[in-house]
């Protein structure tokens, strides 16, 4: 009962700019870790960042500092903003977070994903 929403994926230029959101919802008592991953036809899924409940933060090595992961506790939201993308930036991006539920039940749950594609 634990859902993503995402939002903010679209068609952008080689070196421009977008911020997608994942709002989570439904009996959420804690949020843990939150993450964004990313696929591509023929690539296997890849770990683009993920960001602790302390605010911790990892990143995929291809990152190389163009992508920022935040979060919005008081809105369950977390955000990636993607800077300087690439062609190679082209995929499918998810959302996944888990934690507890107001059942008291632990969740880990994925978005339905969001596209990006990066062309000229």
């Known amino acids: 009962q634990v859902q993503l929403v995402e939002s903010g994926g679209g068609l952008v230029q080689p070196g421009g700019s977008l911020r997608l959101s994942c709002a989570a919802s439904?009996?959420?008592?804690?949020?843990?870790?939150m993450a964004w991953y990313r696929q591509a036809p023929g690539r296997q899924r890849e770990l683009v960042a993920v960001?602790?409940?302390?605010?911790?933060?990892k990143y995929g090595d291809f990152v190389k500092g163009r992508f920022t992961i935040s979060r919005d506790n008081a809105k369950n939201t977390v955000y990636l903003q993607m800077t300087s993308l690439k062609p190679e930036d082209t995929a499918g991006y998810f959302c996944?977070?888990?934690?507890?539920?107001?059942?008291?039940?632990?969740?880990?749950?994925w978005g339905q994903g969001t596209q990006v594609t990066v062309s000229s």
């Open positions: 439904g009996g959420i008592f804690r949020i843990n870790e």
């Open positions: 960001i602790s409940s302390g605010g911790s933060k």
């Open positions: 996944q977070c888990n934690g507890l539920s107001d059942s008291g039940a632990d969740f880990d749950s």
